[in-house]
């Protein structure tokens, strides 16, 4: 494969490189992907994570294992399942295996590479997508609340409702975001901060649990939220956290977006109630473990539930933006999204 470089993932010289998102935001810790069992290892420890940036992962390292010349068909083959499999939300690791699959079967092992590199660069150009037709939905001297992390650190292109957000700072219209720290594992507070100081847009982190103060008060003028999978009818899968904000954004009249690329549409799912949630480990809410230690605030023994995700109503979102455009409810329900994603030949 041709070398390929992204914020948080990088194909030099034949080998294959994952930013540590463990390690962030104070080091930057590159770690080598050898295996399936090192990928698998580092998606499901949320090293690499962001559901289009785990799909991109899966296939290079397919792309890579193929070009090895030492995996044969059924190797490949069960290799793209274990892959397939490392996480049960977020549906663009799936659709992108499934295209990875796909040319194995009908072209042969030796255009995986190929097949890796064009799903590689057509992230970068659905994010750009994404960004162009998100950006004018923001006024000028916005204040954005966002929640968990949705930029490069998630895609290898500018990233999601992250992208739509740069995109709108590149335009001089003032943007203030408010990060949400996104519980448990605080990926708002440790990850979108850090890309907002480097794309140096104006930002203020705040508390899950601060965000209706915000609304009421007339400080927050959209919501911005990315998404693991979108149904065919518009309920959408996001980290958790994402429902409460809907609520909240409805009570208060701020208009509520979630942004993804066409890769993140299920078709094949006909509403939320078929998104399976991953519940992840108690740990995570007991305590937290990071660059500075470990520690544990809830007594031993403390019964937890962690869901990783939540599943939004389509009748709490105000629009999807996506790279094909803007999409109100009515769009959605009427079928017109899925009439789009056919017409572009994006059918999942």
């Known amino acids: 494969m041709h070398n390929l470089q992204a914020t948080s993932i990088r194909y030099l010289d034949g080998q294959l490189w994952v930013l540590d998102q463990h390690q962030l935001p104070h080091q930057e810790s590159w770690l080598l992907c050898q295996s399936v069992d090192d990928m698998v290892n580092m998606i499901q420890h949320l090293q690499v994570r962001g559901a289009p940036l785990i799909g991109i992962a899966a296939s290079l390292l397919l792309g890579h294992l193929a ?7 059924e ?3 069960e290799a793209a399942e274990t892959l397939r499999a490392a996480r049960p ?7 992108n295996m499934d295209s990875m ?15 890796a590199e064009r799903l590689f660069n057509e992230d970068v150009a659905l994010c750009n997508a994404i960004a162009q037709h998100g950006a004018p939905l923001l006024g000028n001297n916005s204040n954005v609340l966002t929640h968990c992390n949705t930029g490069s650190l998630a895609t290898v292109g500018v990233g999601t409702a992250i992208g739509v957000i740069q995109a709108a700072h590149a335009l001089g219209k003032n943007i203030h975001v408010y990060v949400d720290e996104t519980r448990p594992l605080l990926q708002g507070g440790r990850l ?3 890309e907002m100081k480097k794309h140096n847009i104006p930002h203020t982190l705040i508390c899950d649990n601060m965000a209706a103060l915000l609304m009421r008060e007339g400080k927050v003028d959209a919501v911005l939220v990315g998404a693991d999978r979108i149904a065919a009818n518009g309920d959408f899968a996001n980290k958790v956290g994402t429902y409460s904000l809907a609520v909240n954004a409805h009570y208060h009249h701020v208009p509520f977006y979630v942004v993804a690329p066409y890769t993140t549409v299920d078709t094949e799912c006909p509403d939320g109630n078929g998104i399976p949630i991953e519940e992840r ?7 937290v473990s990071g660059h500075f230690g470990s520690v544990n605030w809830s007594p031993e023994e403390t019964p937890v539930f962690n869901p990783a995700f939540d599943v939004t109503p389509a009748n709490l979102v105000t629009g999807w933006i996506l790279d094909t455009g803007v999409y109100t409810q009515s769009d959605v329900a009427s079928g017109v999204l899925k009439a789009a994603l056919q017409s572009d030949g994006k059918t999942l």
């Open 101 to 115: 699959l796909a040319v194995l079967h009908s072209q042969g092992i030796e255009y995986l590479p190929q097949e």
């Open 75 to 77: 190797q490949l083959r």
């Open 67 to 73: 070009a090895s010349q030492s995996y044969t068909l």
């Open 192 to 194: 979108t901060t850090w």
């Open 89 to 95: 939300t977020a549906v663009n690791l799936m659709n």
């Open 281 to 287: 480990a108690a740990a995570e809410v007991q305590g």
